[in-house]
């Protein structure tokens, strides 16, 4: 009996030293974002990876891989579930894979500015990020990606002429196609991978994205025409599995979560800067502006109201959806807090 009293408590003494050693082990963070290699977005990510490295003593590693390397967004949302990536940068978009609902921060021409657009995302991203993490991923930082604005191959000045375009609509989202028709345009269905390669071959001659990432693509040299209304906003997430997250001690979580954010807030405050310098660069390449009459513009105004009624309960949440609006009123009212 005494040997055998001895031999346990010697296993407790090993188990217990051995607790904190296991508790270090070093955390190895797999992340995969189709940011541009060497863009502003992939440049913020490495700095990110390095102060992590420095902040755990190099107990957390964050390896980078961009520029769609590890496939479009809903690619790499799906290795992110089978453990090939334990993180991803994506837009709400490819996010609706994991929850629809922060697709509402991004609904067409919700915001009249970039003011009253961070005041609605300071007010939603709270409830957004419970309703991720009951899904089992930890928001790391939301992130502004940039205002859309409709490219075409030709000239398209009124919102029919938009709508006799071959339209880039998303895969993986079949009610966001299904709104886009709605709305009576001809939207063909695409991997976000095979968009440049379909406007080169004339499978589709418009899209909706941010001008920073048309000029990345250099897709402006096709599309030359940019339809100059802001149509909507494009909020960049970068997500991580949360009991990956949850593999890091407590004490060093804080401190990895305020990097992301700092480096999410320094970015923000150059997409204004980025988009400008987008545009001004694709017209010194040839890009055409075309600016909506006023009559245009209300035309597109109105012909939203329409396509609410099929984004409400369809492709995001109604509770989402109405939500947000509110949101943005009360931005417009001057009630955010």
């Excluded at 419970?130 to 089992?136: F, H, P, T």
């Excluded at 010194?284 to 600016?291: D, F, R, S, Y």
């Excluded at 245009?296 to 329409?306: D, G, I, S, T, V």
């Amino acid at each position: 009996m005494k040997k055998q009293g001895l031999f346990s408590l010697l296993s407790l003494l090993w188990f217990a030293s051995a607790s904190p050693a296991a508790a270090q082990e070093k955390v190895t963070i797999k992340f995969g974002t189709r940011a541009p290699v060497n863009s502003a977005w992939h440049n913020s990510l490495k700095g990110a990876a390095q102060k992590w490295a420095e902040i755990s003593s190099g107990k957390v590693d964050l390896k980078i891989f961009a520029g769609g390397t590890m496939g479009d967004e809903g690619e790499m949302i799906k290795k992110m579930k089978l453990g090939q990536l334990q993180a991803v940068g994506v837009s709400t978009i490819g996010l609706h894979v994991i929850a629809p609902d922060p697709q509402a921060l991004d609904i067409p021409l919700l915001v009249n500015n970039r003011e009253e657009y961070r005041c609605m995302l300071s007010k939603m991203t709270p409830k957004f990020e419970k309703i991720l993490a009951d899904k089992g991923v930890v928001v790391l930082a939301w992130g502004e990606i940039g205002f859309t604005r409709f490219f075409s191959t030709q000239q398209r000045e009124t919102l029919a002429k938009m709508k006799s375009s071959k339209m880039f609509s998303w895969e993986g989202d079949p009610d966001s196609v299904k709104a886009w028709t709605t709305a009576g345009f001809k939207p063909v269905v695409l991997s976000s991978a095979d968009l440049v390669p379909s406007l080169q071959t004339g499978k589709i001659d418009a899209l909706c994205y941010p001008p920073v990432l048309v000029l990345a693509g250099n897709m402006h040299n096709k599309a030359k025409f940019m339809f100059d209304l802001p149509y909507s906003s494009l909020t960049g997430v970068t997500v991580v599995q949360k009991d990956v997250w949850e593999r890091i001690p407590a004490d060093l979580r804080p401190k990895l979560l305020e990097v992301f954010r700092a480096a999410s807030r320094e970015i923000d405050n150059e997409v204004l800067k980025m988009d400008e310098g987008s545009i001004k660069k694709m017209k010194e390449q040839g890009l055409t502006t075309v600016t909506p009459t006023d009559d245009a513009k209300r035309e597109w105004y109105r012909a939203m109201e329409e396509v609410y009624k099929t984004i409400r309960g369809s492709v995001v949440p109604a509770q989402a959806f109405d939500d947000v609006r509110t949101a943005v009123k009360q931005c417009r009212d001057g009630k955010a807090k």
